[in-house]
């Protein structure tokens, strides 16, 4: 299927059936499988207070493999932990980019204390690894000091990526760019567009953004095909939109639990490799602390052949 523009609404996705946390995944889609290397959008909250018995969102040391996490919060404080041994506090406007390469586990905890607020507001985001990346050593990266200017009238923040003379130092493996627009009540910005990108800009904040004049509403993925389209958007109350872009991934993937793969083989082989780490660690997934404990197992693999996705033109 080609389109130009779609409106990619939510769907609604327990993280784990423990916490019962919902979040709103607009990527994958049906229509839209990928944005550039994009492969994967969460958007959750805000949420405040506790769900479950437990505060904010905290979720277990569980595995990835040929992908980068991209971890974005708009309220709230989370600590990541990882089986390189990296330990990270993230707070607004911080960027957590991890690359997990061949393999890596890692856990993310919500903090509440009384230096931080008891809500949670956050994108959890995928980007595909190309396959001459995809078996590299996994490494983890935090950046406090994202490129951040007024553009029209909007506060940019630059996750990946250049934007209008602006580069984050985030390390990318394919061409892309990822910002977080903040506009004030009243704002038009004009998004210039590189012709060989694709965009889509989620809307994290905001109940009358229009893009290009069209209504899109808060939680909901505006897609927008290669072609160098203008992009117009536009709110009168004030809106936080999240822009992310790149050139259309050449690759089929195949995409199962938290891994990236190539074959139904590898996928099968991934989910092996995590399964037999579980109870000590592993070489693959070394065994690292953390106050959540036990790790999460892979569900089972179903009885199908997995359906790869990739390039939807
Ligand atoms: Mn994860």
Redesign the pocket.
Known sequence: MSVTAATLSPRLVKLTPRTGIEVRRTLPHRDVRMIGAWCFVDHYGPLSGEVNGEAGMS?AA?P?TGLQ?VTWLLEGKVEHRDSIGSVQEINPGELNLMTAGRGIA?S?MSLVDSHSSSVMHGV?LWIALPDAARQMTPTFEHHGDLPRFNFQGAEIRLLMGDFEGHRSTATLFSPLIGAEISLPAGTTIDIPTRPDFEYGLLILEGDDVTVNGEGVARGSLRYLATGGLPVSLASARGARVLLIGGEPFPEEILMWW?FIGRSQEEIIAMREQWQSSLLTGSESYPAFADSLGARIPAPEMPNIRLEPRGPQR
């Open positions: 979720i569980h990835h996490t890692h993310e959890q938290n």
